[in-house]
């Protein structure tokens, strides 16, 4: 038993005082404005029976996989599954990893070395900070989503760089300039790694596949524990940098695979998602309509996630307290993990939210600021 655990105390202390204590909570039910299911293939009847009836059938797919992928836990499944992502994305190879986390600790911890740079936008995920703190490299922000200062920062560089972004962001709800950033990586000769966990699936396979920029990036994240609504994560990339994470990528190389049945229902969720494109429709439409309700938002007009500034952790807290007692769900966001000033509440929008909830919600939001 630890004698001295008066500093963790004293920290959760302070957390507590500043009213931004985490605890864990039962889910409850409620209309979901926070939750990452963009098109609610998570409660899909339809998948589920699907995947229902592939577990019938092959009842080993829930099986453990009993050690990692270089020992014993590399199934056909797994390896068929990454050739089918690659092929589906226009990438000459795929790396799948348990979860979103995992594939950003990997890439960023192997890939830059001790005389390398890493730029990463100022609102990227903590994955990527928590990956580069493993890495010898050396990381730099750069104003979020400013190509300029983005720019001046790689003038500067001499050895070789990265530049990390996402596609969409998960605090603004905006889009990064992925186009011009590719040009810059291009111009300066610098790798580019783009994560699309929040686009994917809501913007087709992604930006980069949309924008044609395939040949242009390092590495593409592409998650699946949001708009698929299963669990899990790829790396895109050659097959060069595939073999390189397999040998050199220690959140790879010594975690225990997941367990098949993952990486099954990642594939049947591609050829849902594929046969049922009115989900992502339907998700356009509810967007269009929580804007035309005529709040104040940074986020971008086609995002699923719209952030709405309060300014003030106890204000926003008393906003989330009285959508929560009408039976709203939504995610508030306090500094510090935000700047001070802009606190937000963080509305997800979902294909399976009706008009009159997001009416409904956006009126209490208005009446109270």
């Given amino acids: 038993m630890l004698k001295n655990i008066s500093h963790f105390q004293d920290a959760l202390h302070k957390r507590k005082q500043e009213g931004t204590l985490r605890s864990l909570q039962p889910k409850t039910g409620g209309c979901d404005f926070y939750s990452n299911d963009y098109l609610g293939l998570s409660t899909n009847k339809e998948l589920q029976n699907i995947l229902l009836k592939e577990v019938n059938e092959n009842p080993l797919l829930l099986s453990g996989s009993t050690g990692s992928r270089l020992i014993s836990g590399n199934s056909r499944i797994v390896t068929l599954t990454e050739d089918f992502i690659a092929e589906r994305h226009s990438f000459s190879s795929a790396l799948l990893f348990p979860c979103g986390y995992h594939a950003n600790l990997a890439l960023f911890s192997a890939l830059p070395k001790r005389h390398d ?4 936008d100022e609102q990227i995920h903590r994955s990527v900070h928590d990956g580069c703190k493993m890495s010898n490299a050396r990381k730099l922000k750069f104003r979020h989503n400013d190509t300029e200062h983005l720019e001046s920062i790689l003038k500067r560089q001499e050895g070789h760089c990265y530049i990390a972004i996402e596609s969409l962001y998960s605090m603004e709800g905006d889009f990064a300039p992925i186009k011009e950033i590719a040009k810059l990586a291009n111009k300066y000769e ?12 809501v913007l087709g396979y992604g930006l980069v596949e949309r924008y044609g920029l395939t040949d242009q990036v ?12 299963a669990h899990g994560a790829a790396i895109l990339c050659n097959s060069s940098l595939k073999s390189y994470l397999i040998n050199f990528a220690s959140p790879f190389i010594y975690t225990t695979a997941a367990q098949d049945f993952q990486w099954m229902s990642i594939k049947a969720g591609y050829a849902f998602l594929d046969h049922h494109q009115e989900l992502p429709l339907q998700l356009q439409e509810n967007i269009k309509t929580f804007r035309s309700r005529g709040l104040s938002s940074p986020s971008s007009a086609i995002s699923p996630i719209q952030a709405i500034i309060i300014p003030d952790n106890q204000k926003l807290k008393s906003l989330q307290k009285i959508l929560s007692e009408q039976g709203f769900l939504t995610y ?6 935000v700047k001070e000033g802009s606190e937000r509440l963080r509305i997800c929008l979902h294909s399976f939210n009706t008009e009159m909830e997001i009416i409904r919600l956006t009126e209490i939001i208005k009446d109270f600021i």
């Fill in 117 to 120: 740079t890493v730029i990463v």
């Fill in 218 to 229: 390092t590495a593409n994240v592409i998650t699946y524990g949001k708009a698929l609504g």
């Fill in 190 to 201: 610098a790798g580019l790694i783009i994560d699309e966990a929040h686009a994917f699936g």
């Fill in 332 to 337: 508030a966001i306090y500094s510090p993990t």
